[in-house]
T-cell receptor, first 113, second 110 residues
Framework: DTAVSQTPKYLVTQMGNDKSIKCEQN?????MYWYKQDSKKFLKIMFS???????INETVPNRFSPKSPDKAHLNLHINSLELGDSAVYFC????????????FGPGTRLTVL | QKEVEQDPGPLSVPEGAIVSLNCTYS??????FMWYRQYSRKGPELLMY????GNKEDGRFTAQVDKSSKYISLFIRDSQPSDSATYLC??????????FGKGTRLSVIA
């Protein structure tokens, strides 16, 4: 059973398009995250939700909009995609907002042409 | 000064070697120190987690924290080809998001 799953695994799209990435965790965790890992492998947090409530929003362009329909799901919608959005996007979850252990999904490799 | 510095490598060692991976940091507020392992095309997974200065051992892995020098290390004994991965240090101040190093790519050659 996959603990944290993401779809799609790969996403290739044109500049200007809108796309969504979905994440689900079956660990019963309260807190979920979105990270961006660029071509240099630098992993940086974008958003965090705790029980469907946004708790971290790290200076991310407004084109990125997370949405948590329930605490097991955290989706990421990106409007007007730009070349610089090309990266691997990882979803993660933790037991709660103070837990130090985060479980990462397999990543979604986004390529913007 | 960058908040976290980590040599990206790549680091290539023969099987059985002792590997030393290091990170330095500048933020005195960091209280929790972690090492994540990331295999190619996979998500990071937590390997080791320490709270204070000192050593923590788990099998072939030892995490070392020196808060006075703002320096953390991960040692891998008897390295195996299956240890080939990127190792990311990560830091937590307790009330801010995790801060990751850029990762060190390790190759263990059989």
């Amino acid at each position: 059973d996959t603990a944290v799953s993401q779809t799609p695994k790969y996403l290739v799209t044109q500049m200007g398009n809108d796309k969504s990435i979905k994440c689900e965790q079956n660990l019963g965790h309260d807190t979920m995250y979105w990270y961006k890992q660029d071509s240099k492998k630098f992993l940086k947090i974008m958003f965090s939700y705790n029980n469907k409530e946004l708790i971290i929003n790290e200076t991310v362009p407004n084109r990125f909009s997370p949405k948590s329909p329930d605490k097991a799901h955290l989706n990421l919608h990106i409007n007007s995609l730009e070349l610089g959005d090309s990266a691997v996007y990882f979803c993660a979850s933790s037991q709660d907002r103070v837990s130090r252990t985060q479980y990462f999904g397999p990543g979604t490799r986004l390529t913007v042409l | 000064q960058k908040e976290v510095e980590q040599d990206p490598g790549p680091l290539s060692v023969p099987e059985g070697a002792i590997v030393s991976l290091n990170c330095t940091y500048s933020n005195s507020a960091f209280q929790y120190f972690m090492w994540y392992r990331q295999y190619s095309r996979k998500g990071p997974e937590l390997l080791m987690y320490t709270y204070s200065s000192g050593n923590k051992e788990d099998g072939r892995f030892t995490a070392q924290v020196d808060k006075s020098s703002k320096y953390i290390s991960l040692f891998i004994r008897d390295s195996q080809p299956s240890d080939s991965a990127t190792y990311l240090c990560a830091f937590d101040s307790g009330n801010t998001p995790l801060v990751f190093g850029k990762g060190t790519r390790l190759s263990v050659i059989a």
